[in-house]
């Protein structure tokens, strides 16, 4: 740490007050967990329950293997909808 703490501090600084509006009323997207009440894919699951992130995204997220990965009835989900 003593080697680098200068850096950091010096890094630090450069960064100055936001004021701008635009940036302080972002609200990031939020994960919403959906329990779903009958089999299906996570294609299926993303035109039932749309999210703002691409199905490649919703693969990762769920942990499945391809957007044909099959869920059973009452699997916990995850979707990405807006702030």
């Known amino acids: 740490w003593n080697t680098n703490a200068p850096v950091v501090v ?6 100055g007050r936001v004021t701008d509006r635009s940036l ?12 779903i009440d009958r089999r299906m894919s996570i294609a299926e699951f993303a035109r039932r329950y749309p ?29 990405v909808v807006e702030g």
């Open 10 to 15: 010096q890094s630090i600084r450069t960064f």
């Open 51 to 79: 999210s703002v992130v691409s199905i490649d995204d919703l693969v990762l997220l769920n942990q499945a293997q391809g957007p044909d990965s099959v869920f059973r009835a009452g699997a916990l989900l995850k979707r």
């Open 24 to 35: 302080l009323d972002v609200r990031p997207n939020r994960i919403d967990i959906v329990r």
